[in-house]
């Protein structure tokens, strides 16, 4: 049988990847998927680095329209990024009837319900296994690996370059901005990194991952997003000392009330796995009612780790083009006709438990008074650390950290309280606040 043709938009990183591991890999390639796989025409403005990467074979052009009008070409990969261009050429291809297949993760958190419904349209697919946690098979695995269970939580660390930063700022003593140099220089890094480190590539992925979970549609616009340009390198001390690490994670929870969606860094257990989970790696957390908590661990990030997908994405388009489209796996895990409308709750409505660091000064009554308003907003206190002020401070100071774990209890109570906290004469300076996760 002919190879299915592929037309490949950008051939950056992952592009590179793409051809390299294609070429490689091809006899074990056709092996599954019953015939071959070929690119066939290359669209990147520049022309010559890419034909350089491609070799001479394969057509090479400026205009990424002239790959999506080739009448020869089945499936285009989309490895433009972000939500401008990217956008219009997938919407063209589907139009013109091809298969699509991208790593673009921002263009589907914000633009995936049109899309997806375009592709239902026209009969055609849209994969994106590469969109989230990179290399790990993680969209099968919710999609497919995961369809009978009720899931009922995920958590995840889905940005490599943010668990890198911290990774290295707890190991190394390191600063954030020279570690955010080095995840740059390794092509971790977003084309722009506040992406990864305000939180927003993680609410990309935990707002698809949340709707594969639940039958919900793609909400990125609902999660709470909170990056970790403001963690401070002695509550990552604090919390180690404490038998936590900080990790950024991506959550979502079905709840009685709704879905939560949110992107914060996150006190975990030093016993969980996941907050073993070092440098770029990525790992995901699926919590199902029938198989229990699972995990999935690998690259989120470079070029063979996301070609890895991204061919895994042409492989099930291979075997499936053919087939009734309303035989094949929905994009969503879910039948279109039967997505839930649950509400995404607010951060106020979320129960979670909490790290809090008060500098306050070192007399008495200091502790009494903060326990006496967690106690009447009735949040639990489940562990204290007062450090002598001598060490936080030096010789003859006179004011010191305190830190308390709580129990769980609604992020709205816990708000009231902070700012009743936060006004005591006896508290210094801005009480910093960090969400917490058992993961049991
Ligand atoms: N910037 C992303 C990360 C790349 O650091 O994980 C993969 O999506």
């Known amino acids: 049988m002919k190879s299915i043709q592929v037309g490949l938009l950008g051939v950056g990183t992952v592009g590179s990847g793409v051809f390299s591991v294609l070429q490689r890999n091809q006899s074990e390639i056709v092996r599954r998927a019953g ?27 400026s205009d990424a329209r002239a790959v999506i009008a080739n009448p020869d070409i089945d499936i285009v990969i989309e490895l433009i990024g972000g939500y401008g261009i990217a956008k219009q050429l997938v919407l063209e291809a589907i139009e013109a009837g091809k298969h699509v297949v991208t790593a673009n993760k921002a263009l589907l958190a ?25 290399g790990i098979p993680i969209i099968k695995s919710l999609r497919e690996g995961l369809s009978a269970n009720r899931i009922q939580w995920i958590a995840g660390i889905i940005n490599g370059t943010t668990n890198f930063i911290l990774s290295e700022m707890r190991d190394k003593g390191l600063d954030f901005d020279v570690v955010l140099k080095q995840a740059q220089a390794l092509g971790y890094a977003e084309a722009d990194p506040t992406f990864d480190i305000e939180g927003v590539d993680a609410a990309h992925k935990a707002a698809l991952m949340s709707a594969m979970a639940f039958g919900v549609p793609v909400q990125f616009d609902k999660a709470y997003v909170e990056g970790i340009t403001q963690l401070g390198a002695q509550d990552i001390k604090y919390a180690e000392q404490l038998g936590y690490r900080i990790k950024l994670l991506g ?48 690259k989120g990030a470079g070029s063979e780790p996301t070609a890895s997908a991204v061919i895994a994405d042409l492989i099930d388009i291979a075997r499936l083009h053919n087939a009734d489209p309303a035989q094949r796996v929905p994009h969503l895990a ?13 951060m106020g409505e979320v129960v979670t438990s909490y790290y ?10 200091v502790l009494a008074n ?19 002020a001598d060490e936080v401070g030096g010789e003859g100071a006179t004011q010191t950290d305190l830190i308390i774990l709580t129990h769980d209890c609604v992020e ?9 906290m936060q006004v005591l ?6 009480i910093v606040r960090i969400r917490k996760e058992e993961l049991a």
């Open 370 to 388: 903060v326990t006496s308003i967690l106690a009447k907003a009735g949040i639990s206190i489940d562990a204290v650390l007062q450090r002598e």
């Open 425 to 430: 004469k006896t508290v210094l300076g801005t």
């Open 35 to 61: 015939r071959g796989i070929e690119i066939a025409m290359v669209a990147d403005l520049d022309t010559a680095r890419a034909q350089a990467v491609v070799g001479p074979a394969v057509k090479v052009v």
């Open 251 to 298: 959550i979502t929870k079905k709840t009685e009330k709704g879905i939560e969606l949110r992107v914060h860094p996150t006190l975990v257990p030093n016993k969980r796995l996941i907050a073993n989970v070092e440098g770029a790696m990525n790992a995901v957390m699926v919590h199902g009612d029938a198989v229990g908590t699972t995990l999935y661990y690998g």
């Open 412 to 420: 709205a109570k816990m708000n009231e309280a902070l700012s009743q």
């Open 356 to 365: 809090l660091r008060l500098k306050v000064a070192d007399e008495a009554g």
């Open 110 to 134: 914000v633009h995936g319900s049109e899309i997806f419904a375009a592709a239902s349209r026209k009969g055609v697919m849209v994969a994106f296994e590469a969109a989230v946690a990179g």
């Open 334 to 346: 879910f039948q279109p006709d039967a997505m839930s409308n649950a509400p995404v709750l607010s």
